[in-house]
Each structure stands twice: as C-alpha cells, then as structure tokens.
T-cell receptor, first 117, second 111 residues
Framework: GAVVSQHPSRVICKSGTSVKIECRSLDFQATTMFWYRQFPKQSLMLMATSNEGSKATYEQGVEKDKFLINHASLTLSTLTVTSAHPEDSSFYIC?????????????FGQGTRLTVV | QKEVEQDPGPLSVPEGAIVSLNCTYSNSAFQYFMWYRQYSRKGPELLMYTYSSGNKEDGRFTAQVDKSSKYISLFIRDSQPSDSATYLCAMRGSGYSTLTFGKGTMLLVSP
C-alpha cells in the first residue's frame, strides 16, 4: 500500500514553545491530508482537514490559532502546535488518501508522541 | 447514540483461537468500511477495506458487512500473539473524505 511518513515520532518540549510535525506522502500525491489526535485508550479524533494550496478546515472545538496547519505541496502537510502546554501532550497522527471514488483508501503516518513538560 | 459503536475490550484469547471483532453504526449513509490494526504507539495500519455487503477474505482475515443491520465484523483465524493490538473499525459515506472511527477493541492473544 501507499506510504505516509510522519516526523518526528517522539518529541519532548518545554511549555510555551512551539513544535512542528511533518507528514509526507512518499509515493503518491495527496491533495487532502488529515490530522488526528489520540488520547490513551481512545479513538482517533479528527482535528482538521488539510487542503493543498488553501486553508485547513478545522473540526469544532479545535483552536486554529493553536494548531497551525500548512499544506504547501501535494506531498507535505505540517502541523505546528504553538505555545504548547502540558494538556497538549498527546499522540498526533496524520493520514492521506490514495485513489479515487470507491477505490479511495486512507493511509496513516506512524504518529508523533508529543510530551510538553 | 454515537455514530459508531465498538466494544473497547480487552478481548483475551489463546493462540490459535478464532477472533470476532464487531462494530455497529447508526448512519445509513456509510458506504465504505475499513478495519485498521494499531500497535501501541504506532499509526493505524489498513487491514481490510470493503464497500459492499457480504464477506471479503484476505489470508487469516475476513471482513463481513451487513448493511441492513448496520453491523460489520472482522474475523481472525488461527490468531497469533503478534495479532495482539487494537483494532479500529472506520467508515464513511460516499462522496465524503472524513472517516468516522470506532473506539477500537484491544485484542490480547496469549501463547
């Protein structure tokens, strides 16, 4: 299947600093990528839909000024957690879709474990 | 009622057992159904993808969809300790890009 690479896999940062997470589709182009957040023993919660060349669409309750999303090319989307606080500590996962119509499949990155201290 | 219901488990079985994982859903607009396997601290890995009622088999895995009952299942035959993971069902409607996930069922296969 298609490969989505997410980097870094783990990051520890100090409270008040910003962290950037990258999501790359390695062998296909993705006009749309998705960012999820997952708490321990919980399901994936969609944070935002990242659209290449336009603004991201955020889910209700997600602060767009805190979670900055940039989708500058067809293979790269970035999520920046600004002014991070301990409550932002979580597992962040991106996904990209390959194919069209009924043959569309979603592939996920390896995830990034963010710890804010 | 949540759109997708999935028992979080954990489900503990001995090696070699047949495992049945299930999800129910309420939105009749869902047309595409997926099962993902997620190991601890890793991203989900697509296992099975189907968009019609009936069974789809791939090796030891069989995905079953019953749209009339709004019920999907994943069967794992001859389960192995390496199958120990969280299994997430996911689904979406036609024309939509966002997936709706179940909470995931944690499976533990003991040797």
């Amino acid at each position: 299947g298609a490969v989505v690479s997410q980097h870094p896999s783990r990051v520890i940062c100090k409270s008040g600093t910003s962290v950037k997470i990258e999501c790359r589709s390695l062998d296909f182009q993705a006009t749309t990528m998705f960012w999820y957040r997952q708490f321990p023993k919980q399901s994936l919660m969609l944070m935002a839909t990242s659209n290449e060349g336009s603004k991201a669409t955020y889910e209700q309750g997600v602060e767009k000024d805190k979670f900055l999303i940039n989708h500058a090319s067809l293979t790269l989307s970035t999520l920046t957690v600004t002014s991070a606080h301990p409550e932002d500590s979580s597992f962040y996962i991106c996904s990209a879709e390959s194919g069209t119509g009924a043959n569309t499949e979603a592939f996920f990155g390896q995830g990034t474990r963010l710890t804010v201290v | 009622q949540k759109e997708v219901e999935q028992d979080p488990g954990p489900l503990s079985v001995p090696e070699g057992a047949i495992v049945s994982l299930n999800c129910t859903y309420s939105n009749s607009a869902f047309q595409y159904f997926m099962w993902y396997r997620q190991y601890s601290r890793k991203g989900p890995e697509l296992l099975m993808y189907t968009y019609s009622s009936g069974n789809k088999e791939d090796g030891r895995f069989t995905a079953q969809v019953d749209k009339s009952s709004k019920y999907i299942s994943l069967f794992i035959r001859d389960s192995q300790p390496s199958d120990s993971a969280t299994y997430l069902c996911a689904m979406r409607g036609s024309g939509y890009s966002t997936l709706t996930f179940g909470k995931g069922t944690m499976l533990l296969v003991s040797p």
